[in-house]
T-cell receptor
Framework: NAGVTQTPKFQVLKTGQSMTLQCAQD?????MSWYRQDPGMGLRLIHY???????DQGEVPNGYNVSRSTTEDFPLRLLSAAPSQTSVYFC???????????????FGQGTRLTVV | ELKVEQNPLFLSMQEGKNYTIYCNYS?????LYWYRQDPGKSLESLFV?????AVKQEGRLMASLDTKARLSTLHITAAVHDLSATYFC???????????????FGTGTRLTVIP
């Protein structure tokens, strides 16, 4: 019963490098999203997807790209890493907001990214 | 602009005591969530509150929702050390009709229970 799986757990990048954070869920959730967590600021939404082939920007999308080719996977790409992107990144999934009832989000274990 | 304010931000309490964490939000919302986060860990879902007057309880924690006042509370009864963690409330951003379950989080309440 894997739930939401993120890789890697830790990563150090040099300024200007690119990388992809992986996220996979096995709960057949329609909705997936990426958040970043910075000290004292809670979690902020980067990008989200309501289904395969559909993505949209959240609150802080600059410097990040996403794609959703399958229901299960939702990778987050850092195009050219900057020190301001040092943060902890969480992937989350849930049933669609269109469903009645419980749409609680399930979170992955997080990726701690440091950009030097 | 949607705002979600939690207070207190930091809470230190003795074992056995009761306390309440407050979550105020600035716009109408269909759903409110409470999460727990241990240091260096992920977020664990505690409660989902779906309607005005909803009350849910799990062990020493009880959450309630007043949509008219735009207020949710998380009440801790007879605190124990294991409850030490950061607690977040989150509201949906009003895009549920599009299928999006986007959440807006408060800044969290860091709870420390002292033996």
């Amino acid at each position: 019963n894997a739930g939401v799986t993120q890789t890697p757990k830790f990563q150090v990048l040099k300024t200007g490098q690119s990388m992809t954070l992986q996220c996979a869920q096995d709960m057949n959730h329609e909705y997936m999203s990426w958040y970043r967590q910075d000290p004292g600021m809670g979690l902020r939404l980067i990008h989200y997807s309501v289904g395969a082939g559909i993505t949209d920007q959240g609150e802080v999308p600059n410097g990040y790209n996403v794609s959703r080719s399958t229901t299960e996977d939702f990778p987050l790409r850092l195009l050219s890493a900057a020190p301001s992107q040092t943060s902890v990144y969480f992937c989350a999934s849930s049933y669609s907001g269109l469903r009645r009832g419980n749409t609680e989000a399930f979170f992955g274990q997080g990726t701690r990214l440091t950009v030097v | 602009e949607l705002k979600v304010e939690q207070n207190p931000l930091f809470l230190s309490m003795q074992e056995g005591k009761n306390y309440t964490i407050y979550c105020n939000y600035s716009t109408t919302s269909d759903r409110l969530y409470w999460y727990r986060q241990d240091p260096g860990k992920s977020l664990e879902s505690l409660f989902v509150l779906l309607s005005n007057g909803a009350v849910k309880q799990e062990g020493r924690l009880m959450a309630s929702l007043d949509t008219k006042a735009r207020l949710s509370t998380l009440h801790i009864t007879a605190a124990v050390h294991d409850l030490s963690a950061t607690y977040f409330c989150a509201v949906d951003r009003g895009l549920l009709r599009t299928g999006a379950n986007n959440l807006f989080f408060g800044t969290g309440t860091r709870l420390t229970v002292i033996p």
